[in-house]
């Protein structure tokens, strides 16, 4: 690997430094090491990013008169529509008011509903949690798996009952889920399978777009997102039926050829939001590369940082959208230093870490289901309260405790950047016993 001036002074410092620290060290054409000294400090760009085209677009769907789907006169809606299943791969696209509604809009169109159970994950928004209860159907959690911290298919196995009616495995961090594994699950099993990919717009399964496995995928262009509208989701399916039951649900009254079950809502996107997502797509293509090249960088650096394991990607994973940066960090191997004080010295030094999700199974929203009259009524009180057994996830909760992220903007700094956090972070590991005791 062709490496700059700059670099090899940094890889030269480094060498020393890994000693002390228990890292591997390496020459200018192997894995780079990383090095306890501290560059000067460089902000991640925010986000989102935006111009003129943008504004263009905006002031444009202004001008036209037309602000919503329901005017008949859809022109941006569909237009983003239209680029966002050629760009996935997809022979259907339905666009939503938000992530949330694109799952319950597909749960609606799976007539998904009281006595069914839908398998989902622990580790993820509460949005795939209450798309399920929005429907008075059973969440059940299948338990993470540590390395990758995707949803297991051992778990989702065990899971599966008489009454389970579709799987919703999440593919968290803009990293695919074990498709090969969860596919194969769904097929012998013949429970539907519907992908929440709303954080991996544009991450591949073996060279294949994810949301396309099964019978669709739901995507969020939230104002975290990789794409975003602010608020926005959308539907993806090579089936057509299922995709004009989605827009029938989405859409009041609806007006596809196809069976409603006489269920339905309001969720469309507006030309507002199909206009932004049309002038953000221009810069996707760009923006991947670069936070693909920073974190396959990145990881090679913190891989060899003791007691920081970065997120396993499944060999099937050809693409990761890296909506996030994961990795779990231990304690023990940082002098026993707390994960919320090694999260406070990285804040110090001006990156921009999160803790991760907390449990869901475990948290007040979700155990306040086992209460809730209306399920007690649907379930029973003894299988609501049979219910909070099923749901425990052991693996999950180690996950929780020791996981860190790194969001997706902070990948689209540059290379020196990333040599920065992967020097900070061994220089916390130098400095974990003083920083213990303070």
Known sequence: MKESLSRRAFIGSAVGASLGLGLKSASADQTPSVSASVPKKKASPLWPIWNSTEENAIVETLNSGHWGRGDGASRKVRSFEEAFSKKMNARYCVATSSGTTALTTALGALNIGPGDEVIISPYTFVATFNSVTSSFALPIFADSDLESFQIDPKRMADAITPATKLLLPVHIGGSPANIDEISALSQSRSVPLIEDACQAPFAEWRGQPVGSFGMGGCFSFQASKNLTSGEGGAILSNNES?????????????????????????????????????????????????????????????????????????????????????????????????????????????????????????????????????????????????????IQCPVNDRLVQEAVWLPQYTLLSSRSEMERIASVIAGIKKRSAQLTKA
Not at 289 to 306: D, P, T
Not at 365 to 379: E, F, G, R, S, T
């Open 242 to 390: 299922f995709a004009n039951l989605c827009y029938d649900f989405h859409n009041p009254g609806g007006t596809k050829k196809s069976l409603s079950s006489g269920r339905g809502g309001n969720f469309r996107m507006t030309e507002i939001q199909g206009s932004i997502l049309l002038a953000q797509m221009q810069r996707l293509d760009e923006q991947y590369k670069h936070r693909e090249a920073n974190a396959l960088y990145l990881r090679q650096m913190m891989s060899q940082i003791g007691g920081i394991t970065p997120s396993l990607l499944y060999p099937g994973c050809t693409r990761s959208a890296w909506h996030l940066f994961k990795f779990r960090y231990n304690a023990s191997e940082f002098s026993g230093l707390s994960r919320t004080k090694f999260v406070q010295a990285l804040v110090k030094e001006k990156i921009n870490p999160s803790y991760g999700y907390t449990s869901l199974p475990a948290s007040t929203h979700v155990m306040a289901l086992a209460n809730n009259p209306h399920y007690q009524k649907i379930y029973g009180r003894k299988g609501m309260a049979d219910w909070v057994g099923r």
